[in-house]
């Protein structure tokens, strides 16, 4: 098995910034592709982003391109989200994800290990 959990949400004004970190344990994080998704209230959850096992593959939503920018540490088994010009859209739990596949996917069934969440509200 292979924890993950989530840091850094919180409340943010529009146009602000915010970088999630998402922390794995019990796998050889370096083996996998790791996404970013998030679920707003009353929503499906949708794919953000996502970086292969090396960091040299990256994919992203069009609702986040040019906004978001998603990074690894594999020294630290850490995977991070940074959120720019955030808009009230943005609001959601972020959740993070593990895929064993190196090679990075955008749809939630391919991924192994899921984090808990953490909340990111976008005031206006």
């Known amino acids: 098995q292979m924890q993950l959990v989530e840091s850094g949400g919180g409340l943010v004004q529009a146009g602000g910034s915010l970088r999630l970190a998402c922390t794995a344990s019990?796998?050889?994080?370096?083996?996998?592709?790791m996404g970013w998704f998030r679920q707003a209230t009353g929503k499906e959850r949708e794919f953000v982003g996502t970086i292969n096992s090396s960091g040299s593959i990256l994919y992203y939503a069009d609702s986040v391109q040019g906004r978001f920018t998603i990074s690894r540490d594999n020294a630290k088994n850490t995977v991070y989200l940074r959120m720019s010009s955030l808009k009230p859209e943005d609001t959601a739990v972020y959740y993070c994800a593990a895929d064993r596949n190196p090679i990075p996917g955008r749809r939630q069934i391919e991924y192994d290990y899921w984090g808990r969440g953490t909340q990111v509200t976008v005031s206006s």
């Open positions: 019990g796998r050889t994080f370096s083996n996998y592709a």
